[in-house]
Protein backbone atom coordinates (compact mmCIF):
# COMPACT_ATOMS: atom_id res chain seq x y z
CA UNK A 1 0.00 0.00 0.00
CA UNK A 2 1.23 3.39 -0.59
CA UNK A 3 0.28 6.49 1.25
CA UNK A 4 -0.85 9.89 -0.16
CA UNK A 5 -1.72 13.11 1.30
CA UNK A 6 -1.64 16.98 -0.25
CA UNK A 7 0.70 19.34 0.90
CA UNK A 8 -1.89 22.05 2.10
CA UNK A 9 -3.63 18.72 4.43
CA UNK A 10 -0.42 18.80 6.46
CA UNK A 11 0.06 21.53 8.94
CA UNK A 12 2.05 23.10 11.58
CA UNK A 13 0.31 21.59 14.66
CA UNK A 14 0.18 25.16 16.57
CA UNK A 15 -2.20 26.49 13.46
CA UNK A 16 -4.58 23.59 12.69
CA UNK A 17 -7.88 24.61 11.09
CA UNK A 18 -10.80 24.30 13.24
CA UNK A 19 -12.46 20.92 13.21
CA UNK A 20 -10.24 18.48 11.64
CA UNK A 21 -9.40 15.15 12.66
CA UNK A 22 -5.54 14.86 12.78
CA UNK A 23 -2.47 12.66 13.05
CA UNK A 24 1.16 13.89 14.16
CA UNK A 25 4.22 12.61 13.02
CA UNK A 26 8.08 13.75 13.46
CA UNK A 27 9.69 15.04 10.30
CA UNK A 28 13.11 16.48 9.56
CA UNK A 29 12.73 19.94 7.95
CA UNK A 30 15.30 19.88 4.69
CA UNK A 31 14.12 23.22 3.02
CA UNK A 32 11.82 25.93 4.16
CA UNK A 33 10.25 28.47 1.46
CA UNK A 34 9.18 31.11 2.29
CA UNK A 35 6.10 32.62 -0.65
CA UNK A 36 4.36 35.32 1.59
CA UNK A 37 0.68 33.74 2.38
CA UNK A 38 1.68 30.62 2.91
CA UNK A 39 5.27 28.66 3.14
CA UNK A 40 6.05 25.56 1.59
CA UNK A 41 8.39 23.14 3.93
CA UNK A 42 9.90 19.91 2.36
CA UNK A 43 9.89 17.88 4.93
CA UNK A 44 11.70 14.14 5.44
CA UNK A 45 10.72 10.55 7.28
CA UNK A 46 12.53 7.59 7.37
CA UNK A 47 14.13 8.11 4.25
CA UNK A 48 10.89 9.63 2.48
CA UNK A 49 11.13 13.53 1.60
CA UNK A 50 7.38 15.39 1.26
CA UNK A 51 5.91 18.68 0.77
CA UNK A 52 4.06 20.70 3.46
CA UNK A 53 2.33 24.22 2.85
CA UNK A 54 1.98 26.34 5.83
CA UNK A 55 0.85 29.06 7.87
CA UNK A 56 3.04 31.78 7.51
CA UNK A 57 3.58 31.87 11.15
CA UNK A 58 5.00 28.70 11.64
CA UNK A 59 8.62 28.52 12.72
CA UNK A 60 10.01 25.70 10.92
CA UNK A 61 13.80 25.80 10.94
CA UNK A 62 15.79 23.89 8.41
CA UNK A 63 17.76 21.15 10.04
CA UNK A 64 15.34 20.65 12.83
CA UNK A 65 13.39 18.15 13.57
CA UNK A 66 9.21 19.36 13.93
CA UNK A 67 6.02 17.74 14.92
CA UNK A 68 3.46 18.29 11.57
CA UNK A 69 -0.19 17.31 11.39
CA UNK A 70 -1.99 15.08 8.88
CA UNK A 71 -5.64 15.90 8.04
CA UNK A 72 -6.88 11.88 8.55
CA UNK A 73 -10.29 12.42 6.45
CA UNK A 74 -7.69 13.51 3.46
CA UNK A 75 -5.36 10.36 2.86
CA UNK A 76 -5.25 9.12 0.04
CA UNK A 77 -4.18 4.87 -0.27
CA UNK A 78 -2.92 2.84 -3.40
CA UNK A 79 -2.02 -0.42 -4.44
CA UNK A 80 1.84 -0.84 -4.99
CA UNK A 81 1.22 -3.54 -7.36
CA UNK A 82 -1.81 -1.92 -9.39
CA UNK A 83 -1.36 1.82 -8.45
CA UNK A 84 -5.49 1.87 -7.67
CA UNK A 85 -6.69 3.85 -5.87
CA UNK A 86 -7.77 2.18 -2.72
CA UNK A 87 -8.92 5.18 -0.54
Do not use: C, W
Amino acid sequence: MVFGIRPEDIHDPRFLPPAISTAVIKSEVEVVEPMGSEIFVHLAVDGQSYIAVMDPRSRAAMGETMEVAITLDNIHLFDRQSQSAIR
